[in-house]
């Protein structure tokens, strides 16, 4: 798997520099720097997403107990964020941590804490298809037809199987199978804890028979995914681009999902850049104006991922470790 990392990595930073040095690293950071006063805006202006990201998230945990804590799952949504952004685990690994984190938290279990992940990622995926589909859409009302655009459908298309496999499959049982083979799998090897994800298949399919709250984080997830529509608009508009929102959009929807599509590469290195170079020349934006608005998003990231794996490892001390008066009395009363 490191080694896999290793290799799509090198591809990434490969691909990014041969776009600076052929379409001139000079240009690039001067429309950079032109576009200067839209970075701390777009810092701010991200926090609508990241709040609507979490309230999805929590609405998909909720119990019928007391309502769950929103700074918990806001916090958590930046870690999950940076972790996937700035360190090298295929865009996965922020998932799985604070997966974890959150099961200690709000005190859910693993089993409940690991099926609303899994349904909001479920949930986030489709809900970022519907978003490309809608910026698709809106493409072929504004351009013309071309080669690119009947690729972009394409590549819809099979967006929308992946999204139908994938929530197909946890209906199906895929779910069911892993947790199985997990189980037997730490029974052989004397591992601890794993007995807790038993019925994690059921827990999942309990969260989505739950038509109101998953309707509505659906919902909240479109709203995240579109607000970032006005980070396109901003940026451009001060580097002297200006395009429509309807443009911006478009821009907007293709560039995230050739980022997501992109997985593999750590940060999606290369690959979103290239996404908005394509996107971006069919409203006659310069590649150097296409890869500027990408580093000035990537910028963004560095903003908010580099405070959240602070806060990250400060949750790691303070919501999994131990308090040393607790683990003090424990180890008094096992001496006992």
Not at 159 to 178: E, K, N, P, R, T
Request: aromatic letters at 8%.
């Amino acid at each position: 798997m490191r080694q896999f990392t290793f290799i799509a990595g090198t591809f990434g930073i490969g691909l990014a520099v041969w776009m600076l040095a052929r379409f001139g690293l000079h240009d690039i950071l001067g429309l950079v720097a032109a576009g200067g006063w839209s970075i701390p805006a777009i810092i701010a202006f991200h926090a609508t997403q990241v709040c609507a990201s979490a309230q999805a998230w929590r609405l998909l945990a909720q119990t019928g107990r007391a309502p769950l804590a929103f700074t918990d799952f806001f916090v958590l949504r930046c870690a999950r964020e940076g972790i996937n952004n700035l360190l090298p685990v295929a865009q996965v690994g922020g998932e799985v941590i604070t997966t974890r984190l959150l099961a200690r938290r709000e005190g859910l279990g693993i089993r409940r804490a690991a099926a609303s992940t899994i349904c909001d990622l479920t949930i986030e995926l489709l809900s970022q298809v519907t978003f490309t589909l809608i910026g698709l859409g809106l493409l072929f009302c504004l351009v013309n037809r071309s080669p690119l655009t009947d690729e972009l459908m394409e590549s819809a298309g099979a967006a929308i199987a992946l999204g139908a496999v994938f929530l197909g499959s946890q209906y199906l049982g895929a779910v069911s199978v892993v947790e199985k083979l997990l189980v037997r799998i730490a029974a052989h090897l004397g591992w601890d804890g794993v007995e807790d994800i038993r019925g994690l298949h059921d827990e999942i399919l309990t969260l989505y028979r739950t038509h109101e709250n998953s309707l509505r984080a659906g919902a909240m997830q479109l709203l995240g995914w579109s607000l970032g529509t006005f980070e396109v608009f901003v940026v451009l508009h001060a580097m002297r681009h200006p395009l429509s929102l309807a443009d911006s959009f478009v821009i907007e929807s293709v560039g995230q999902a050739a980022k997501s599509a992109g997985f593999a590469v750590p940060g999606a290195l290369g690959v979103s850049e290239g996404g908005y170079v394509i996107i971006g020349g069919l409203f006659g934006l310069s590649p150097q104006a296409g890869i500027a608005l990408s580093l000035i998003k990537r910028l963004r990231e560095i903003a908010w991922g580099l405070p959240s794996l602070v806060a990250w490892q400060v949750m790691e001390m303070r919501w999994v470790r131990p308090d040393p008066a607790t683990a003090k009395e424990i180890h008094m009363t096992g001496r006992s």
